[in-house]
């Protein structure tokens, strides 16, 4: 069929009206397109006084051009992914690997973005050398040199840096609920203080945040963490250790999420903001290996999560930050962790592999509109 008043061209009817706009707006397509497009979740974060940002990884971020545009474009916050983790950052005891997150920084400064460093002290991606060089004599000397030196090199440019990373697992059995770890064997529980003092003598402008997972679900498991974790947090207050915030992974999962509860999220929050700390979303992803391998259906669970969750976290006015654990299904960890059965790819954040915005993405823009300013 034929439009009365119109063309075909190949498959394509077009009424005239849609030819004369067209013609009359090609000259401005470009700038129309750039007028129309939305904005990035940077915008809406900002409206709220919130920052939004992702785990960037290395050397993607130098070497992918798009992945660099979108990640300007979505985010004004950046934590790289591993590379200022113990190891990759100081993969000997005399060396150190600065340029990854210097490139970061720079890429950070010219974008108008704050970053974040992620992690001083964790049991995991630890030096190579350790075993080999460290012991209960000498460990406080290379902590606080390594903390001083890696702190020390960013100092007043970070927005945050994440001091210890998950040093609680109840599973290990002391009553303090501290994992037992090189650390604590080395140091004891000590080993926090001194992270956060070294950390505030090299960076005194950074908001020293603890850093945990598994705490995110009505559950008995994470109840008990959760109290280990508010443990920590005052005793760590009560001795006056500098520390300013605390983040929360919320590595979720559309399975798990099951056992979410919207006042168990809202009660610890409280709790930890009564400590007089700030709260961070450090490492948000939703993983998707139990939903169907439609897409639709999907990014349809997959958005729900983010946006029940992000929706009661910023309730919370101590929430100032939001990170998602990587940016694009093209780069996130979880395609190895998540492996589903059939083959096909993790569709966990909030932009697809080919950097289009997912119902994820839409979700995290509207849980941002949602929080009181
Ligand atoms: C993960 C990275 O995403 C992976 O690339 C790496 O192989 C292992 O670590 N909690 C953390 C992050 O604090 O540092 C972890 O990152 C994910 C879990």
């Given at each position: 069929?034929?439009?009365?008043?119109?063309?075909?061209?190949?498959?394509?009817?077009?009424s005239?009206?849609?030819?004369?706009?067209?013609?009359?707006?090609?000259?401005?397509?470009?700038?129309?397109?750039?007028?129309s497009?939305?904005?990035?979740?940077?915008?809406?974060?900002?409206?709220?006084?919130?920052l939004?940002?992702?785990?960037?990884?290395?050397?993607?971020?130098?070497?992918?051009?798009?992945?660099?545009?979108?990640?300007?474009?979505?985010?004004?916050?950046?934590?790289?992914?591993?590379?200022?983790?113990?190891g990759?950052?100081?993969?000997?005891?005399?060396?150190?690997n600065?340029?990854?997150a210097?490139?970061?920084?720079?890429?950070?400064?010219?974008n108008d973005?704050?970053?974040?460093?992620?992690?001083?002290?964790?049991?995991?991606?630890?030096w190579?050398?350790?075993?080999?060089?460290?012991?209960a004599?000498?460990a406080?000397?290379?902590l606080?040199?390594?903390?001083a030196?890696?702190?020390?090199?960013?100092?007043?440019q970070?927005?945050?840096?994440?001091?210890?990373n998950?040093a609680?697992?109840?599973?290990?059995?002391?009553?303090?609920?501290?994992?037992?770890?090189?650390?604590?064997?080395?140091?004891?529980?000590?080993?926090?203080?001194?992270?956060?003092?070294a950390?505030?003598a090299?960076?005194?402008?950074?908001?020293?945040?603890?850093?945990?997972?598994?705490?995110?679900?009505?559950?008995?498991?994470?109840?008990?963490?959760?109290d280990?974790?508010?443990?920590?947090?005052?005793?760590?207050?009560?001795?006056?250790?500098?520390?300013?915030?605390?983040?929360m992974?919320?590595?979720?999962?559309?399975?798990?999420?099951?056992?979410?509860?919207?006042?168990?999220?809202?009660?610890?929050?409280r709790?930890?903001?009564?400590?007089?700390?700030?709260?961070?979303?450090?490492e948000?992803?939703?993983?998707?290996?139990?939903?169907?391998?439609?897409?639709?259906?999907?990014?349809?669970?997959?958005?729900?999560?983010y946006e029940?969750?992000?929706?009661?976290?910023?309730?919370?006015?101590a929430?100032?930050?939001?990170?998602t654990?990587?940016?694009?299904?093209?780069?996130?960890?979880?395609a190895?962790?998540?492996?589903?059965?059939s083959?096909a790819?993790a569709?966990v954040?909030?932009?697809?592999?080919?950097?289009?915005?997912?119902?994820?993405?839409?979700?995290?823009?509207?849980?941002?509109?949602?929080?009181?300013?």
């Amino acid at each position: 069929m034929r439009f009365e008043s119109g063309y075909t061209i190949g498959m394509h009817k077009f009424s005239r009206r849609t030819i004369f706009r067209t013609a009359f707006a090609f000259p401005f397509a470009g700038l129309l397109s750039a007028q129309s497009s939305e904005p990035g979740l940077r915008a809406y974060a900002a409206k709220k006084k919130l920052l939004y940002g992702a785990a960037a990884g290395w050397p993607v971020l130098r070497d992918d051009a798009d992945y660099a545009k979108h990640f300007a474009e979505e985010c004004n916050l950046l934590v790289p992914e591993n590379v200022l983790k113990m190891g990759p950052v100081h993969p000997e005891p005399e060396r150190y690997n600065f340029e990854p997150a210097d490139y970061m920084m720079e890429f950070c400064k010219k974008n108008d973005m704050r970053m974040r460093g992620h992690t001083l002290v964790w049991h995991s991606q630890g030096w190579p050398w350790l075993k080999t060089t460290v012991n209960a004599t000498n460990a406080r000397k290379y902590l606080e040199e390594h903390i001083a030196t890696v702190a020390g090199r960013y100092r007043g440019q970070m927005h945050s840096w994440d001091v210890v990373n998950e040093a609680v697992e109840v599973a290990d059995g002391r009553e303090d609920g501290l994992r037992k770890t090189a650390w604590l064997e080395f140091l004891g529980p000590e080993y926090l203080d001194i992270a956060f003092h070294a950390a505030a003598a090299a960076d005194p402008q950074a908001k020293l945040t603890y850093n945990d997972y598994g705490l995110d679900y009505d559950t008995p498991g994470n109840e008990k963490k959760r109290d280990a974790v508010l443990r920590l947090l005052r005793g760590l207050k009560d001795r006056k250790a500098p520390i300013h915030a605390f983040g929360m992974q919320a590595h979720l999962d559309w399975k798990a999420f099951q056992n979410f509860k919207a006042e168990t999220l809202r009660r610890f929050f409280r709790d930890v903001a009564s400590l007089g700390l700030e709260i961070y979303i450090t490492e948000l992803d939703v993983g998707d290996r139990d939903l169907p391998d439609d897409e639709a259906e999907r990014d349809k669970g997959v958005a729900k999560v983010y946006e029940d969750y992000l929706t009661v976290a910023l309730e919370e006015p101590a929430v100032k930050a939001v990170l998602t654990w990587g940016l694009t299904d093209r780069y996130t960890w979880l395609a190895g962790r998540n492996r589903r059965p059939s083959g096909a790819g993790a569709r966990v954040l909030p932009l697809d592999r080919e950097y289009k915005r997912k119902p994820a993405w839409h979700a995290i823009a509207r849980a941002f509109e949602s929080r009181k300013a």
